[in-house]
């Protein structure tokens, strides 16, 4: 029993340090020093949450800029043993794993590929991510969007790539990533600009 009390308060003790103190000590500095992302980069709108500036939606209107296809698939509602499309569904994350020579994904992507008006068309407008919930695009995808969008809002395509331009950012630190638009940011300046003024 002399050798096993030391090792048990040992054992109890970096238990509480690095189990519990630690962990408790790192999430309220975060939420000190970083609130917004700590409480997971809520967007709000008229008091009202609507989304993370992490996590994409699924913007399908015409009039909206159009996130990366999402892969994500979960259980259809009226039949458990099937899978049906859950594109941006925050509440799982994943890739399609097709292979490159699936023809499943060449269907897609070729059928995404005649939706696109523009030519090259971008990478990241026809391809998923890894993850399904991508908040961003490439400037370039956003810049292919902006005749349909145009076109649906009836606004000057100088003024909706201008709104593109003016939500761009560049790479973290300069050189980390690359440059991105995030499409819920983009879509609500969208709307801001198009809202009628008093």
Known sequence: MSHLRPALTLILLFTLLTGVAFPLGFV????LVFPSQAGGSLLSQNGHVIGSA???QNFTQPGYFHPRPSALMGADPK???????T???????GASNLAATSKALS???AADMASM???P???DAVTTSGSGLDPDISPANALAQVSRVAASRHMPEAT????VAAQQHGPFLGFIGEAHVRVLQLNLALDAAAAPHP
């Open 28 to 31: 309220g500095l975060g939420a």
């Open 54 to 56: 992490l996590i994409g």
């Open 79 to 85: 039949d458990s043993t099937k899978q049906i499309p």
């Open 87 to 93: 594109p941006y569904d925050a509440s799982e994350s």
């Open 107 to 109: 269907d897609r992507v």
């Open 117 to 119: 008006p523009q030519r």
């Open 121 to 123: 068309v971008p990478a």
């Open 160 to 163: 909706v790539a201008g709104i």
